[in-house]
T-cell receptor, first 112, second 114 residues
Framework: SQQGEEDPQALSIQEGENATMNCSYK?????LQWYRQNSGRGLVHLILIRSNEREKHSGRLRVTLDTSKKSSSLLITASRAADTASYFC????????????FGAGTRLFVKA | NAGVTQTPKFQVLKTGQSMTLQCAQD?????MSWYRQDPGMGLRLIHYSVGAGITDQGEVPNGYNVSRSTTEDFPLRLLSAAPSQTSVYFCASSSGSAGGNIQYFGAGTRLSVL
């Protein structure tokens, strides 16, 4: 089974609103990443947060990590129609080499 | 830089046929991985490599074979294609540095097995 589980599976909001996506995972990790995928394209890295960090910002993105609850959230503020995409969390676990496992993703639709 | 290049972009196979999906990267990354993505789902790790000559299984390795003879190339072989292997396949590479395993993805190969 996949390491990361995202919630909600799909989210529809109006332009200008904030979008929050959550990710839960099962085992200990070294890092957690978020990626974006536009329809039919490859994934693009958005942000990485290390296991000893609690919060990280990048532009309109804010990521939190709670290792005690094994969960993370991605907040996109002031969303735009161009933010419409699928968003995936991915957990890194180092066991002699990094192994990265992806969640099922949240499909975000931002209405103009 | 081309980044990660996957070929072919599309492929149709008949059940039982074999084929190799090609993946090449020009970023001198040590790590390379193959994922499959089924409709409406996330990526599942098939095989990965932490350097030339070193490969390991991911979540769904059955029916696939890999080798890594050079840093640049990481081909994925389907030994005897089955309809259950119809999917989009993504190759990714990363430096695997202590800073984190940030992955760079190819554009994908869309495979249909009839």
């Amino acid at each position: 089974s996949q390491q990361g589980e995202e919630d909600p599976q799909a989210l529809s909001i109006q332009e200008g609103e904030n979008a929050t996506m959550n990710c839960s995972y099962k085992t200990s990790i070294n890092n957690l990443q978020w990626y974006r995928q536009n329809s039919g394209r490859g994934l693009v890295h958005l942000i990485l947060i290390r296991s000893n960090e609690r919060e990280k910002h990048s532009g309109r993105l804010r990521v939190t990590l709670d290792t005690s609850k094994k969960s993370s959230s991605l907040l996109i503020t002031a969303s735009r129609a161009a933010d419409t995409a699928s968003y995936f969390c991915a957990t890194d676990r180092y066991t002699g080499g990094f192994k990265t496992i992806f969640g099922a993703g949240t499909r975000l639709f931002v209405k103009a | 830089n081309a980044g990660v290049t996957q070929t072919p972009k599309f492929q149709v196979l008949k059940t039982g046929q074999s084929m190799t999906l090609q993946c090449a990267q020009d970023m001198n990354h040590e790590y390379m991985s193959w994922y499959r993505q089924d409709p409406g789902m996330g990526l599942r790790l098939i095989h990965y490599s932490v350097g030339a000559g070193i490969t390991d299984q991911g979540e769904v390795p059955n029916g696939y074979n890999v080798s890594r003879s050079t840093t640049e190339d990481f081909p994925l072989r389907l030994l005897s294609a089955a309809p259950s292997q119809t999917s989009v396949y993504f190759c990714a590479s990363s430096s695997g540095s202590a800073g984190g395993n940030i992955q760079y993805f190819g554009a994908g190969t869309r495979l249909s097995v009839l």
